[in-house]
């Protein structure tokens, strides 16, 4: 137990550096709050977390056998009492509680376990849930799962029948799943959601709730014409998907329809994919390998960023952006199919804040979109965020490694993204870890938005916004987690992820940016 004590989290606030003449002044404030296993396995591995915005429930996928007493499985066992990581009570580590739900049968799949922070019901703190229990599929049977930051709510995809006879999921392909949380008496009552036939692991996949877990949107290459209700953006017309390419879906729980936003052809599974919604429900961002020029079914309407150009796309990945209220869709990025800007994931994993506001995404193509403030412009994956009636600014200015998944919270207050760089001195190894980057009030040009930047280039003249804030999530050795999934509460607090540096096994961790 004693590599799991010496596991630490270095969270280092610091002003940004502003270059007055020659003088360079940099203002720091050191804070380290505790990061907590919230699992502690000795095989198996436990990934791709989701946390609520109140940090209180975290769902992840585990194929480790997490019933209490047993001590041995086919992929390890699960112990509660997470020596020098444990949360506490008043001073005092909570009781290794039992896991009602759980069991030893058919651990080496992947299943979704739900975990708690503090005491709801008969669920005491710090406690498990197993929510799946189908037999196979490896660890990918059930993956991806998103809470709602409401946390009542969990949706996710599988290639499994959790829901045997009607409607069920004979041919195996994957499908949408869905658990109101207030069902699980313990076990909770798995509703499927969509109802297809083929497309394998392609069929239904990448799901995203709005905040109260009212709407779902997800991508799809099935057609859903005839099929709950389904209809195109202006709600009237039919669902039509023919040609089978991945198309953004939208799911309404309290009508049981379906909407589908986009109906593009070609490109097959990667025209349209990994929408995100926003806390309303009213925009959904995605990216797109389609040109949405020219007239549109359903009488939605596509202007680039700044609202008059007509859209075009000459088969890159872009970063797209459909209001719901006005049937219309923004061209957020425009650029053109050259190295290394090239393929379906040049501009790509885009997220959306509340209201819509803000959008980030991490793109290769920052030559073009900041050709006057791009530094080495070398084609390393930086972060990008775009505001509404503003434009885009580039986050990270890096000459090597990567910048990945930038994820804006509630309003746009922060930017939190992976990356290798050593922005500020905080990571002068360049290991993996997670930035935290928190709003300017007064950005500076040229700056479109209010947020600063984070600068690690030897080639560029640019200096930091002094008004950037910095935070920095980092373990000895490097931070090692499953590209991607890392979660992040809505107001920027809370933090759920994988990792396996100095504990062995793939494990998830919580971290409270206050404690």
């Given amino acids: 137990m004693s590599s799991r004590r010496s596991v630490a989290c270095r969270l280092v606030a610091a ?23 919230v699992t502690n396995t000795t095989g198996g591995k436990n990934q791709n977390p989701s946390i609520d915005k ?62 708690r922070h503090a005491a709801s019901g008969a669920e005491p ?9 189908a037999t196979g599929g490896g660890f990918a049977a059930n993956q991806f799962a998103d809470i709602n930051q409401n946390g009542t709510v969990i949706a996710w995809d599988s290639d499994r029948d959790h829901t045997p006879g009607s409607p069920g999921n004979a041919d195996g392909n994957r499908e949408i799943f869905l658990i109101d949380l207030s069902t699980c008496t313990p076990t909770c009552t798995i509703t499927q959601v969509t109802d297809s036939i083929g497309g394998g692991d392609t069929a239904n996949r990448s799901v995203n709730w709005s905040d109260t877990g009212a709407l779902l949107v997800f991508d799809s290459t099935r057609d859903y014409a005839g099929i709950l209700g389904c209809t195109l953006s202006d709600g009237v017309s039919p669902c039509d998907n023919g040609d089978g390419n991945s198309e953004v879906m939208l799911y309404d729980r309290s009508s ?14 990667t025209a349209n994919v990994r929408a995100r919604i926003s806390n309303d429900g009213r925009f959904i961002a995605f990216q797109s390998t389609r040109d949405f020029s020219g007239v549109l079914p359903a009488g939605a309407a596509c202007l680039l960023a700044d609202g008059i150009t007509a859209c075009g796309n000459d088969g890159n990945g872009e970063i797209m952006l459909f209001d719901r209220s006005g049937n219309a869709f923004t061209q957020i990025t425009n650029t053109t199919n050259t190295a290394p800007c090239t393929g379906a994931t040049p501009n790509e994993r885009v ?18 979109l900041n050709p006057a403030g791009c530094g080495s412009c070398n ?47 905080l990571n002068p190894g360049h ?22 930047q984070l600068i690690e280039d030897a080639g560029s003249a640019l200096v930091q916004n002094d008004k950037t804030q910095a935070l920095s999530i980092n373990f000895a050795g490097g ?28 494990e998830i961790w919580f971290l409270d940016r206050n404690h």
């Fill in 256 to 269: 049981n329809t379906l909407t589908q936003i986009t109906n593009t052809t070609g490109d097959g599974n």
């Fill in 379 to 425: 084609g390393n994956d930086e972060a990008f965020v775009f505001q509404q009636g503003k434009g885009i600014t580039q986050v990270t200015i890096s000459d090597a490694g990567f910048n990945r998944v930038p994820r804006v919270t509630g309003s746009g207050r922060y930017i939190i993204f992976e990356s290798n760089r050593n922005y500020k001195g």
């Fill in 15 to 37: 002003g940004a550096m502003a270059l007055v003449g020659a003088a360079v002044i940099a203002v720091a404030v050191t804070f380290a709050p505790t990061p907590r296993l």
């Fill in 125 to 133: 703190a710090n406690s498990v849930q197993q929510l799946t229990f």
């Fill in 479 to 506: 931070f090692n987690t499953t590209v991607e999934q890392f979660a992040a509460s809505t107001r920027g607090r809370f933090f759920a992820f994988d990792n396996k540096k100095g504990v062995k096994n793939q």
């Fill in 351 to 368: 997220e959306i804040s509340k209201r819509g506001k803000f959008v980030t995404w991490q793109s290769k193509c920052k030559a073009q």
């Fill in 54 to 115: 109140a940090g209180n429930l975290i769902v992840f996928t585990s194929n480790v056998n997490h019933a209490a007493g047993v001590t041995v499985s086919p992929t390890g066992t699960f112990d509660f009492d997470n020596t020098g990581n444990d949360f506490t009570l008043g001073g005092a580590p909570h009781p290794d509680p039992a896991c009602a739900t759980c069991t030893a049968i058919d651990s080496a799949d992947g299943q979704l376990f739900l975990w």
């Fill in 431 to 452: 290991v993996r870890t997670l930035y935290t980057i928190k709003d300017s009030s007064r950005a500076a040009p040229p700056l479109t938005t209010g947020q600063g």
